[in-house]
């Protein structure tokens, strides 16, 4: 699964997914060549690593500690990967046809950087659902092809001169909100590709991602805050209370403008609140330490 001198580099980061590793995997591997290299950063307690190693003897596996978040196994991949296209998912997402092909191609144009739609499989339980309304609503499809200020970092691909030149942006973590915002005032540009497709499937628990929203939050805050000084942080904490309902509108629409999962979103609504709110008091947090 890997070549010499890679075209594409894929970067899997993998936490606690041996219900979905060898789909993935399949997945990828079918639409993939020898001018592709794939690389599972992992940091599972669940054998997710050994499953599939077992299945996959010549993949790339980088073994990370549990405590690591999912934007730092991004960018330990990206760091080891060598491809001039560099694209990135999670061990929870399986790509649909012709994911690896959509995303090269759009690159073939002026864009540094090139996302897809995110879907969530419709077997899903009420947590997946929830999951998926509180990281993904923005990316459901149907979605339009064009420009675009951000897309999903579970879904996209980037050139690597663009990777290398803000750099010190993901040293620590790729999170692609401040990536993105980096290659803004560089003067490139984000496409949305909708043909790339990925699905994703059960990836956490209930507490598992509760925590998640809430580390994540605390994270966000912290890297907030060295860019918008006290008085912003003093503000912030003070519309925390308002920040749930606000997030909780902004997937409403998505929802009704996409016409799309209308009864899922009720039925998980008391969980999706749950999540939003795990997340608000973490950039509390976050915004209180600075």
């Known amino acids: 699964m890997a070549a010499a001198a890679p075209r594409l580099s894929i970067v899997i980061a993998s936490h606690d997914a041996r219900a979905t590793i060898i789909e993935c995997l399949d997945s990828v591997r079918r639409q993939v060549g020898a001018d592709t290299e794939v690389l599972l950063v992992d940091n599972s307690t669940d054998g997710t690593a050994v499953i599939a190693r ?3 003897a010549d993949l790339h596996v980088l073994d990370r500690p549990p405590a690591a978040l999912i934007p730092e196994l991004w960018a330990e991949g990206i760091r080891a990967s060598r491809g ?40 899903g339980s009420v947590v997946d659902w929830a999951i998926y309304f509180c990281r993904y609503a923005s990316y459901m499809p149907p979605l339009r092809e064009g420009f675009t200020d951000e897309i999903a970092g579970d879904n996209a691909a980037y050139r690597r001169r663009a990777l290398d030149a803000c750099a010190e942006v993901w040293r620590e973590g790729f999170w692609e909100t401040a990536v993105h915002a980096e290659l803004h005032r560089a003067g490139e540009r984000l496409w949305l590709a909708p043909e790339a497709v990925v699905t994703h499937k059960r990836s956490y628990g209930f507490a598992a991602f509760l925590r998640q929203r809430f580390v994540h939050g605390t994270r966000y805050a912290r890297g907030r805050s060295r860019q918008i000084g006290a008085g912003g942080r003093l503000l912030r904490v003070l519309a925390s209370p308002l920040v749930p309902g606000v997030l909780l509108v902004r997937i409403v629409r998505q929802v009704r403008h996409r016409r799309r999962h209308g009864v899922q979103l009720v039925r998980s609504l008391p969980l999706v609140l749950a999540f939003l709110t795990a997340w608000t008091c973490g950039e509390l ?3 209180a330490r600075g």
């Open 84 to 123: 001039d296209v560099v694209a990135i998912t999670t061990a929870h997402c399986v790509p649909g046809e012709r994911w690896a092909g959509t995303m090269l191609d759009a690159l073939g144009g002026p864009a540094a950087a090139v996302g897809g739609a995110i879907d969530n499989d419709p077997g």
């Open 54 to 56: 077992e299945r996959f």
């Open 285 to 287: 947090i976050g915004y």
